[in-house]
């Protein structure tokens, strides 16, 4: 266990040979709902996905990674644009969904979970990256698996947007939360992209 509260951290992109790091990571998380045990096929998907390959909606996702003192990732985030029942329902809400993303695969370890800021750090990195493509808002979602999460984006986003109906499949409904990103965040992510830079080409 980490020794300290507030461990120092960095940000940046994704790289291959960040998945031996990233694969325990995931599979502390992506776990049956009833019995707990690694869903090995959503492992492997995601770890598709930071390779490069297209979601099922047809996305590319990008990513950006934190790493602890030592160098070690711990923790990682995706973008992408929204699919389209996310779209239908922040839509149907009355959200202009021009020029917004869609937050994914957001995890971090287990030993840095609980008040320790490194979730925090890493969404705010995500909100930077997107506003400096363009974007001006971002939406995410959340089932019954992963609920205990809930608290976070109650906390980081403007507001929750209720349920899509079924979205992980029957009787799995998946709460949603909607974050419009600050003139001057937008104008500063814009101008420069200082704090960390994306290579070109990066995603997965």
């Given at each position: 266990m980490p020794s300290h509260q507030n461990p120092p951290f960095s940000i940046r992109a994704?790289?291959?040979h960040d998945l031996a790091a990233l694969t325990p990571i995931l599979r502390q998380h992506?776990?049956?709902l009833h019995s707990g045990e690694v869903v090995e096929t959503e492992v492997q998907a995601v770890l598709a996905y930071m390779t490069g390959a297209l979601d099922a909606s047809g996305r590319p996702r990008q990513y950006l990674v934190a790493c602890d003192a030592s160098g070690q990732v711990q923790a990682c985030m995706a973008w992408a644009?929204?699919?389209a029942l996310m779209t239908q329902h922040f839509v149907a809400a009355g959200v202009n969904m021009t020029a917004t993303v869609e937050l994914l695969n957001?995890?971090?370890a287990t030993d840095y979970l609980g008040g320790k800021g490194v979730g925090r750090?890493?969404?705010g990195a995500v909100c930077h990256h997107a506003a400096a493509a363009g974007a001006h808002r971002l939406v995410v979602n959340?089932?019954?698996r992963y609920w205990h999460s809930w608290g976070f984006y109650d906390r980081v986003c403007d507001s929750s947007h209720g349920l899509i109906a079924n979205y992980y499949g029957v009787g799995r409904d998946a709460k949603t939360w909607f974050k419009a990103f600050e003139?001057?965040?937008v104008t500063d992510a814009a101008a420069g992209r200082q704090a960390i830079m994306l290579p070109d080409g990066c995603r997965g």
């Open positions: 994704l790289h291959v992506i776990r049956d644009t929204p699919d957001a995890f971090v750090l890493l969404f959340s089932g019954p003139v001057a965040e």
